[in-house]
T-cell receptor, first 109, second 122 residues
Framework: QKEVEQDPGPLSVPEGAIVSLNCTYS??????FMWYRQYSRKGPELLMY????GNKEDGRFTAQVDKSSKYISLFIRDSQPSDSATYLC?????????FGEGTQLTVNP | GAGVSQSPSNKVTEKGKDVELRCDPI?????LYWYRQSLGQGLEFLIY????????KSGLPSDRFSAERTGGSVSTLTIQRTQQEDSAVYLC????????????????????FGPGTRLTVL
């Protein structure tokens, strides 16, 4: 069983929709939780990070962490075609980043 | 400024050949990471360099894989006797390297990724 599970999709939504991306994990030692965005043929880039449980908002993006359920989410409001990419969750404690498989998202105009 | 660069962008090789992949980190970044990205597998950590410390090789999948970092800057990942299952995108990342391998408590500790090298073993 993988330490971090993420539905690879693909996920296709119309422009303006609210998108929900999720990961579950099994290692309770994880303390840092991140979302990376990866465009086609590019390397991942950090989108958001949170420490421990709670919510964090940045523009149209909201990251949520529920450590009791070992569940993290990324919400994208008013999704745009430019949001079309693969979204990878990542988490760590002190032994490096562990990534989810990534969810491929397409926002249709 | 320039980001992380990797070369070549694409590499096609025959099974059994050796390949070398290059990574140029962001200038001044002391931490450098190699990952492998395969379909259905996500990003798999391979190796981590921090300054002049001994590298963390715990993610290397076999002894056919090795990496070095010369002068604390450029890194080369070498795969000997390539196999078809080595086909993947190999990503390099760097960060300023404050603290341990996973320091991301503030934005300047995020890992900055290169565009990757797409390796195909026939």
């Amino acid at each position: 069983q993988k330490e971090v599970e993420q539905d690879p999709g693909p996920l296709s939504v119309p422009e303006g929709a609210i998108v929900s991306l999720n990961c579950t994990y099994s290692n309770s030692a994880f303390q840092y939780f991140m979302w990376y965005r990866q465009y086609s043929r590019k390397g991942p880039e950090l989108l958001m990070y949170t420490y421990s449980s709670g919510n964090k908002e940045d523009g149209r993006f909201t990251a949520q962490v529920d450590k009791s359920s070992k569940y993290i989410s990324l919400f994208i409001r008013d999704s745009q075609p430019s949001d079309s990419a693969t979204y990878l969750c990542a988490m760590s404690y002190n032994l490096g980043l562990t990534f989810g498989e990534g969810t491929q998202l397409t926002v249709n105009p | 400024g320039a980001g992380v660069s990797q070369s070549p962008s694409n590499k096609v090789t025959e099974k059994g050949k050796d390949v070398e992949l290059r990574c140029d980190p962001i200038s001044g970044h002391t931490a450098l990471y190699w990952y492998r990205q395969s379909l259905g597998q996500g990003l798999e950590f391979l190796i981590y360099f921090q300054g002049n410390s001994a590298p963390d090789k715990s993610g290397l999948p076999s002894d056919r894989f090795s990496a070095e970092r010369t002068g604390g800057s450029v890194s080369t990942l070498t795969i000997q006797r390539t196999q078809q299952e080595d086909s993947a995108v190999y990503l390099c990342a760097s960060n300023p390297g404050r603290g341990g391998r996973d320091q991301i408590v503030s934005s300047y500790n995020e890992q900055f990724f290169g565009p990757g090298t797409r390796l195909t073993v026939l």
